[in-house]
């Protein structure tokens, strides 16, 4: 059981470690293939409405 965890955070750890490498190292941000500023959206017409849909509803929870 113990090994199991230390195990996990030593894995952990590490994925932790190459992503903050990443980011120092200039890497560009991850981006959707849709949306995103200065992005052109290469969806389906269906994508765009889903996404366009999405955002109405998130902006009346607040």
Do not use: Q, W
Not at 6 to 24: C, D, P, R, S, Y
Request: glycine share 12%; proline share 2%; net charge positive.
């Amino acid at each position: 059981m113990t090994a199991t965890l230390i195990a996990t955070a030593v894995f952990m750890g590490g994925a932790m470690a190459l992503m903050a490498l990443g980011v120092m190292l200039g890497r560009p941000a991850l981006k959707g293939s849709c949306g995103g500023k200065n992005a052109e959206c290469v969806c389906s017409a269906f994508d765009r409405l889903k996404c366009r849909t999405r955002k109405l509803a998130g902006a009346h929870e607040h």
